[in-house]
């Protein structure tokens, strides 16, 4: 199997949607009347992060074994 890689059209795009997510912060400083207690707990992002993901991995699969899988008798008639 050949791995098809980007074009150099897709990789300049990339870079660029890199660049200004990245830079988007040096550039933009929303302003922030309150904190919120979880800015204060350390790893929270990490943590809430992980769970939306795996949360997400889990519902998607239950999803996939309630509508989109069959049983191996399915084309049997």
């Known amino acids: 199997m050949k791995v098809k890689f980007p ?4 990789w300049v ?7 200004v997510t990245l830079g988007a912060p040096l ?11 979880w800015n204060h707990v350390p790893g929270f992002y990490a943590a809430y992060g992980f769970l939306g993901c795996a949360a997400i991995v889990l519902v998607s699969k ?6 989109l899988q069959k049983g191996e008798d399915f084309y049997d008639g």
Not at 27 to 37: F, L, Q, R, S, T
């Open 7 to 10: 074009s150099r059209r897709g």
């Open 27 to 37: 550039v933009i400083h929303p302003e922030h009347h309150h904190e919120a207690w």
């Open 62 to 67: 239950w999803i996939g074994h309630l509508f």
């Open 13 to 19: 795009f990339a870079v660029i949607a890199a660049g």
